[in-house]
């Protein structure tokens, strides 16, 4: 009697939950499940669960967040793109109004070219455990190469000492390789429909030139001796930033070709930062700690946020203020003084990211999903307040 | 009665008792005592392991894993409300503190678990350049200045306790105590009621004033309130016997015949509880119910034997004689009738749930032992004491009369009132069939089941769903693996989409894990920033980030980490959508080394004790009319008969689905063998009044004389057992606890309806299937 309601059970779930299986679909058993290449579930929670990055592209905005999901939104309501991973994106970035990208844990590249409706994967960690595997050893090669050209005792030393590294480097790989990519990528710059930069955990650093058919590990152009984690890439026309790990700052003026190390501000780690109209660079991170600098990152001014939270991200709004947000709801508004106005969203959340949606208007993302300032509290924003005070 | 061989044998069990019968008293006086002893013995217990199905497949998952869950969900929250103000006040504060030493020092307590605002285990933590900084929420120093209460109220946003100790709205905090199911001390077992007076005594009582409210929920507090209840059912029981006494009076007008029925009827409960203290079973909330029965179903038969009595005494019998004349003329109908009482209450065993088969044999035993008290002792004793003359000569004055009611009733037999009584009850029946489709299964209510909603105890448990970010309604799946594999990355990968496809699934709130604790731990360990807030692929990142495990997120040997699904509510179709989606789950992903079992915690018990009862439910039906049938069709061998005495029975049933449906009461554990209970005694009615109408219709009356004749017999005495039933069970409906009540109302309609049934149903359908024309 008790074994013929299983098939009962089962029948009244086929009922119920239609909204669950009509997504799920596919009656093939997964055996063997891989975040990288399961797609993601449709959802009707997922502007209340963990969103990362929002941005404007044309008339649509577009967020991206856990469980491969990204939204978008031209005029009615969110929509859920059809995405075919389901790993944490961390960011999204556009190069037009069709073509766009996105990164992910797991060494995960997704590219839109229909402006976001759909995402297919480009790129992912196990390519990246290859391409870096090859990567070094080139390197090796030609150092070694260098290493018997050169007559220089003190050269050869350094050189040495650069080898060793790159086959540190490698049997690092061969190790991943037993389990699998763990490196996320942690943001993208798209310089147009056909260049790319994507910056990552340990020092990655890789850069497209054909639309994100192929990817080359870039790395050695930072001096990161200690493959630091790098946050944040950002910039105008060709002066590109790079801000990471214990503060790590870059900056490029000829389009990510060559990097020039800053001298930082901050020792603690950097996680963000945004040129605004007039071309200053906004820079902040861990405990409060915010930057501004007028010429390109060459010297920087502290801002009295009076806030020790983390800051994450930051925006520029049409009224020429800075918008920054960070943890326990914080946002902080920067005006030409460097005035500080501080506001505290009522969920008390941690943010991700910020963008001006209209004069006095703006959108957020974070641990709750999509946040509004000023704070609508619509039933999914109260649900999400609670989870994120939990 | 014109059978010759039951005479025969009512003759020889009638020599054998009349002809000693001061050795007999001897016997029961002894056998009295002795079961009496036993039965002071009896105490209530609220074991939950009785009250769920414990061959279900989810409930054996759950038993697998119990010792490891035990944690997980032994935890008492008493939230402490400051009425006028928030929590950032210093006498709030000392209270608060006085609160969490006096709930240290109870027994029981988990004091290294206990937690609160006052316990150093309660720490904010901040990551800094350094790595991560941290405290005790209450700063060092504090001595309730407005600059330790400023920095205590920092602490407390930055702790990330708000929604967890602190209410969202910062107006109470709960100070949390996690229990030893077995004192670690003494290796004695948590008495919970006795836990729960020290919580009312020590906090509640002690502490509650004008401006500080407590609010006490918990599963401990549950089944202290339980017992208490249930003890104050017991008060319930002398309140039947106050009303059942006058109403015997009122009957008999004879105190001697009244206090012999009341005092047989009590006998028979104290045996019955004797015995099932003997036999090993104990008495539970639900089965509390089956004294009530033994001692009603006692004072029905009683009624019948000291109205024989009566009879035979105005008739000039003597006192032995009218008592041997009654037990002659009773024996083979009582017998009968409690036969398909016992019977009928023996089918509810085919329900897989302790708790009712505890049930189904007490009650089963009550019968029995009423046959000894009732058919037995009674007329034994009345051959003694004899009728009061004040009784004779009432029972005098009313022999010559015959009641209007009677009368009313009797004229179903007509073929104009037949067809109109039919008509209607057509009508009745289609409107319970209509409403039955609406019975749900479970419960229906808001917090905890088992108590009313306006109990305190709910009252609390809404105070703290309506102020914290926490439903009270969870079912847990356990993710089982190989020893040490439970947070291998596979595992953990697997588990975070499960606990997103449940998230997506309507009716759930939230869902926790270690996978949670894992992306939480990822997120403090890459300082703070969300774009960690990922599973990592490296085993040693992995352990990293599960430094700090919550008790219970993990068993001892790592092969079981519980999925934490929170509920909006426990309807039975909340839960069977929960349990479709988890086997929806299990049929799309099946990964070697992790399985994903259903189901504990309170919902998960729930689904598996719903989807029993759901099945049980037309077994049972099946089963206990199948046996009245039987038994019907044995003692009067006609299928017109049977089904003349069933039908109204049939009626009675869809009629209380109806009403279950439209009072919201579901079908569970409570209800469900109180359908049983209604058509094993409600079939009692039938076969006294079709017993006489036989008789009649051997005698060659026309079916209307026929009926007169069995109304005067047996009509008032079948009108007086439903009532005495049906005030038995009612008082039941004042109970404390809420099936409690359910089952009052329900049995309480049911003898009515029943009886009512039989006055106006078995007439008209004798009419209907034209039994007795030929004779008319």
Known sequence: MRLSLTPLGVLLGAIFSTTVLAQEGDTTTITDYEVISAPVLSSDRIKSEVLIEVTAVGPRLVAVGAHGNILWKEDDDWQQADVDTSVLLTSVAFANEQIGWGTGHHGVIIKTEDGGNSWKRQFDGFELMKLEKSYYEKRIAKLNEQIESSDDEEVVGELEWQVEEAQFQISNIEVAEEEGPSKPFLDLYAKNAREALAIGAYGTFLKTEDGGESWQVISHRLENPNGYHLNAIFGQDDDLYIMGEAGLAFASNDGGESWETLNSPYRGSLFGGHVDNEGRLWVYGLRGNAFVSEDKGQNFTTIDTGTRVNLSAGTTTESGTQLIVGHSGTILEVDEQLNVTNRTHPSGSVMTDILEVSDGEWLMTGRSGLLHWPAKITEEEALATQQGAQ | ?776
């Not at chain 2, 004033?209 to 029981?237: C, M, P, R, W, Y």
């Not at chain 2, 006494?245 to 206090?259: G, N, V």
Request: negative net charge; glycine residues 8%.
């Open chain 2, 1 to 776: 009665m014109d059978n010759p061989s039951a005479n025969k044998s009512a003759g020889l069990l009638e020599k054998l008792l009349f002809t000693v019968r001061a050795p007999w008293l001897i016997v029961f006086l002894l056998l009295t005592l002795f079961l009496g002893y036993h039965a002071s013995q009896v105490r209530p217990d609220a074991s939950l392991t009785k009250m769920i199905p414990t061959n279900h497949p989810f409930i054996q998952n759950y038993f697998d894993y119990q010792d490891d869950l035990a944690s997980l969900g032994n935890v008492v929250r008493v939230a402490v409300e400051h009425k006028d103000g928030d929590i950032f006040d210093p006498e709030f504060q000392q209270k608060l503190q006085e609160i969490t030493d006096e709930i240290f020092f109870i027994p029981g307590v988990n004091r290294s678990g206990l937690r609160s605002l006052w316990t150093p285990n309660v720490r904010w933590m901040e990551v800094t350049e350094e790595g991560f900084v941290g405290g005790p929420v209450i700063p060092d120093g504090y001595d309730g200045s407005e600059e330790s209460l400023e920095q205590l109220r920092t602490n407390v946003l930055r702790s990330g306790e708000v929604g967890n100790l602190v209410a969202n709205n910062f107006e109470s905090t709960i100070v949390y105590v996690p229990l030893d199911e077995v004192n670690p001390d003494t290796g004695e077992k948590l008495d919970y009621q006795q836990f729960s007076e020290k919580l009312e005594t020590l906090v509640r009582d002690k502490y509650q004033s004008d401006n500080i409210e407590i609010h006490i929920t918990g599963f401990a507090k549950l089944i202290g309130d339980l017992i208490e209840g249930a003890e104050q059912v017991g008060l319930f029981f002398l309140l039947a016997i106050a009303i059942t006494l006058i109403m015997l009076y009122f009957y008999s007008r004879c105190w001697r015949s009244t206090f012999m029925v009341l005092s047989c009827s009590i006998i028979a409960v104290i045996w019955q509880l004797g015995i099932i203290k003997l036999i090993g079973s104990g008495i539970n909330p639900y089965s509390m119910l089956v004294p009530f029965l033994v001692f009603a179903i006692g004072v029905s038969h009683g009624v019948q034997i000291i109205n024989a009595i009566g009879i035979n005494r105005v008739a000039g019998l003597d006192k032995v004689a009218a008592a041997r004349a009654a037990f002659r003329g009773l024996y083979i109908a009582g017998l009968t009738a409690l036969a398909s009482d016992a019977i009928g209450f023996t089918t509810l065993m085919v329900i897989d749930i302790e708790v009712i088969k505890e049930l189904a044999i007490a009650a089963s035993i009550g019968v029995a032992v009423v046959v000894l008290t009732n058919l037995g002792l009674l007329p034994i004793l009345m051959s003694y004491l004899g009728t009061s003359d004040n009784g004779v000569a009432y029972q005098k004055k009313i022999e010559g009369e015959r009641h209007p009611l009677f009368e009313f009733f009797a004229k179903f037999t007509q073929p104009k009132w037949a067809y109109s009584a039919l008509g209607v009850a057509l009508v009745m029946l289609a409107w319970g069939l209509v409403n039955s489709q609406n019975m749900a299964i479970g419960d229906l209510d808001k917090g905890a089941p088992e108590l009313r909603p306006d109990s305190r105890y709910n009252q609390d448990n809404a105070f703290i769903v309506d102020n914290y970010s926490s439903s009270t309604d969870i079912f847990v799946v356990m993710a089982a693996s190989a020893p040490e594999q439970c947070i291998a990355y596979d595992n953990l990968e697997l588990m975070e989409r499960f606990s997103w496809h449940m998230e997506n699934t309507s009716g759930v709130q939230d869902v926790k894990s270690v996978v949670y604790v894992s992306k939480m731990g990822m997120f403090g360990i890459n300082e703070g920033n969300l774009k960690w807030f990922s599973l990592n692929r490296n085993q040693y990142v992995i352990n990293a980030s599960l430094s700090r495990i919550p008790d219970g997120l993990i068993n001892n040997d790592c092969s079981m980490a519980p999925v934490i699904i929170y509920l909006d509510d426990h309807k039975a179709e909340t839960l069977e959508n929960v349990v479709a989606s988890v086997n929806n789950f299990n049929q799309n992903y099946q990964e070697d080394g992790l399985e994903l079992l259903m189901a504990a915690g309170n919902s998960g018990i729930e689904a598996a004790t719903n989807s029993v009862i759901e099945a049980a439910q037309n077994k049972m039906l099946l089963w206990v009319y199948g046996v009245v049938v039987l038994l019907c069709f044995i003692t009067f061998r006609s299928i017109r008969t049977v089904a003349c005495i069933v039908l109204p029975l049939a009626f009675t049933t869809v009629m209380s689905q109806g009403l279950m449906a439209v009072l919201g009461i579901g079908i569970k554990v409570a209800t469900l063998p109180v359908i049983a209970l209604g058509v094993g005694i409600g079939v009692d009615y039938g076969i006294y009044i079709y017993s006489k109408v036989k008789e009649g219709l051997e005698q060659g009356m026309s079916l209307q004389d026929t009926y007169k004749h069995s109304l005067d017999n047996t009509g008032k005495a079948v009108g007086f057992t439903g009532l005495t039933l049906a005030i038995g069970v009612a008082t039941w409906i004042f109970s404390p606890i809420k099936f409690q009540a359910d089952m009052g109302i329900l049995l309480t309609f049911m003898f009515l309806w029943n009886m009512l049934g039989a006055l106006i149903l078995i007439p008209a359908l004798a009419r209907l299937f034209r039994v007795g024309n030929k004779n008319s």
